[in-house]
């Protein structure tokens, strides 16, 4: 048990240990106050190449996503004829065509809305049933829990493909296929795994006496899963749900055989790359919807950055 | 599409968390009409059955019965042995695909984690340390489909003479005197390295952020000692950072193990496995839908099933071992 704890408060201490590890680095061992130009300057040119290689780094990890954003924006005779970054010589010619082409006539609309229609639900499903079984497997005693938990963690690298010809099969037979209901099921389920597991190190942290006092208070398991569980859970759930929702968002394989190409029901990630193959030479409709598709996860990604690194933590360091 | 589909559908959405609270409130109430002992004993079922329900149906069932349809012909009619096993290790386009994902395996492995290591410690000495950061791990938020079509464009090709409009080509024709501009993914000696450029680029941020997590993990104290005893930058990294990291970098290569085994979207968006760039989980999914053998397509999930179990069994072992 201790090890979990252990690791969940190193991630929560990441902060303060950054902080800690930064001060080192930049006090220069002995008398900061004595700093004048010249130590200044062989400071410089001694960390010169590091700032260097991180800047280089940076840009090449920005250029391709800046590229395709630039050249979302220009016109497609542009597009195809010179470089995006042509686009910055005088005269500017940008243009918001490209977007709405895309949005009126590349059904890409609907595929936004088809990918919000999928992404939520198969965020809050997972989440709430891995909640129910991971209280009962932190809180409850019965035969077969640590094997039933073994056995999770072996699910958790099962691969999908494993699992596409049966459940298509079973899917056909109870007209599910090309569902919304039939693609929440499959996401819940194969998210599962990570969700229990994930949250039951989370839940069995939490102090006994809270449980054992709500229950002198006359609680039944109800009120203390939705009223004690689920609350103190939070940070936990929201890298959980971070995490769900982009796998979901960003999923093509999954939409791709449970709902069986029909543009009526397609996300957003299985209509770009049927613009791919179709368009072969469309850049600038491409480069807009691949736009429209990162635009959710982008901002997710900034604003839950942190809830994010913490599930990446806790998830692999697994066991 | 209406009005009505639309609040159909935001009922549906809505609906969900309320059937779950709805389904623990019930059978909470239908416990607790039961005598103390009984409830002790049925309790936990109820709370794990809708978990266990749905990965029996989704998971459990469906790799037994892909087990047993890899030895049946293509519409699983009946038993033809181990002729799809012989097809995987035969067909010439599998072979492709074999060696394919162990030149991903080697060399996607290899740098997303020698980059996200040499990431981490080079950011560890900056101000700026987690914009840095960000600019690398912001590919893992975006779909594979989104990266392809960016790659896509950095990997366009004009022939030579006209302008280049892909990044790349552009680059390196201006920069090097007399470099011809190459058709990235379409020629047979360069687009599988191309393809595992774009893994890359995507999965270093994952590494970098464990790595990361990891060398912060290090106690000063130990640096500060070996500072002390007199040791450079060079030789604290190999003789102390190095070592201590083993275990975390042992759960990043693993990781990244499984997740180039599966590789999907990348090679479907980009190439569809032509021109030699086929991989084992693009081929399952031609086999699946466009040829519809479904044994042959059973057969190469389980021999992706095979190739991770080993990772399977580290996850559990060491799960165990820390408990």
Not at chain 1, 170 to 183: S, Y
Not at chain 1, 242 to 269: C, E, K
Not at chain 2, 133 to 141: H, L, R, S
Not at chain 2, 293 to 302: E, L, P, Q
Request: charged share 15%; glycine share 6%; proline share 5%.
């Amino acid at each position: 048990m201790r090890w979990r704890t252990r690791n969940y408060t190193k991630i929560q201490n990441e902060k303060s240990a950054e902080e800690k590890i930064s001060v080192k680095d930049f006090s220069p061992k002995s008398n900061m106050n004595k700093v004048n130009r010249s130590a200044l300057l062989i400071k410089l040119l001694r960390r010169g190449p590091l700032h260097f290689a991180i800047l280089v780094i940076c840009g090449l990890w920005f250029l391709p996503t800046f590229g395709l954003l630039v050249s979302s924006f220009r016109p497609p005779d542009l597009v195809m004829s010179t470089g995006w970054w042509k686009s910055f010589k005088t005269p500017f010619a940008f243009t918001l065509d490209n977007y709405l082409h895309v949005l009126t006539t590349g059904n890409m609309a609907r595929s936004f809305f088809n990918s919000l229609m999928i992404a939520i639900p198969s965020t809050v499903m997972p989440i709430m049933i891995a909640a129910f079984a991971a209280y009962a497997f932190s809180w409850m005693k019965f035969p077969g829990r640590d094997v039933l938990f073994l056995m999770l963690i072996g699910l958790l690298v099962v691969p999908i493909q494993m699992t596409l010809i049966p459940v298509l099969r079973i899917f056909n037979r109870l007209h599910l296929t090309g569902t919304f209901l039939g693609i929440w099921l499959a996401h819940t389920a194969y998210g599962l795994p990570f969700a229990v597991y994930l949250l039951r190190n989370f839940i069995g942290e939490l102090p006994g006496s809270i449980f054992e006092s709500a229950f002198l208070d006359g609680a039944n398991h109800f009120d203390i899963f939705f009223r004690l569980v689920l609350p103190t859970s939070m940070p936990a759930i929201s890298s959980l749900a971070t995490f769900q929702f982009l796998w979901v968002w960003n999923d093509l394989l999954v939409a791709l055989i449970y709902l069986g190409g029909t543009p009526r029901v397609a996300p957003m990630t299985v209509t770009i790359s049927n613009l791919v193959n179709s368009y072969g030479g469309g850049w600038e409709l491409l480069t807009s919807a691949a736009f429209i598709s990162m635009i959710l996860p982008i901002i997710l990604f900034f604003s839950l950055q942190k809830y994010l690194v913490r599930g990446i933590l806790t998830g692999s360091i697994k066991g | 599409m209406n009005i009505r589909v639309i609040a159909l559908m935001i009922g549906a959405v809505a609906g969900v968390p309320v059937v779950l609270i709805l389904y623990s409130f019930i059978i909470e109430k239908l416990v607790e009409k039961l005598n103390p002992g009984l409830q002790k004993k049925l309790r936990p079922w109820f709370w794990i059955i809708p978990a266990f329900s749905l990965l029996a149906v989704f998971l459990i069932y469906p790799v037994i019965n892909t087990v047993i349809l890899s030895f049946k012909n293509a519409d699983s009619t009946e038993f033809i042995g181990i002729k799809n096993y012989l097809y995987v290790f035969t067909n010439s386009t599998m072979l492709i695909a074999l060696r394919n994902n162990l030149l991903w395996l080697v060399i996607f492995t290899l740098f997303t984690v020698t980059l996200g290591l040499l990431i981490a410690v080079l950011t560890d000495r900056v101000k700026y340390e987690s914009v840095a950061k960000a600019f690398v791990f912001m590919p893992m938020a975006i779909s594979f489909v989104a990266a392809g079509v960016i790659w896509k464009f950095m990997y366009e090709y004009r022939p030579k003479g006209a302008p280049q409009i892909g990044t790349l080509n552009a680059i390196l024709t201006t920069t090097l005197p007399g470099f011809e501009p190459k058709a990235w993914l379409f020629d047979p000696a360069i687009n599988n390295f191309a393809l595992i450029a774009v893994g890359i680029w995507i999965w270093t941020g994952f590494c970098m952020v464990i790595l990361s997590a990891g060398l912060k993990g290090i106690p000063d104290s130990v640096i500060e000692a070996a500072k002390i005893d007199g040791a450079g930058e060079w030789r604290i990294f190999w003789r102390i950072t190095i070592p201590l990291m083993k275990s975390t970098i042992t759960v990043v290569a693993t990781t990244m193990v499984i997740n180039v085994l599966k590789i999907f979207d990348i090679v479907y968006v980009m190439t569809n496995g032509n021109l030699n760039t086929e991989v084992i989980a693009n081929r399952m999914y031609k086999e699946m839908f466009s040829f519809r053998d479904f044994g042959r397509a059973s057969a190469i999930a389980t021999v992706l099933l095979i190739a991770i179990t080993p990772m399977m069994l580290i996850n559990i072992k060491r799960f165990g071992q820390r408990r």
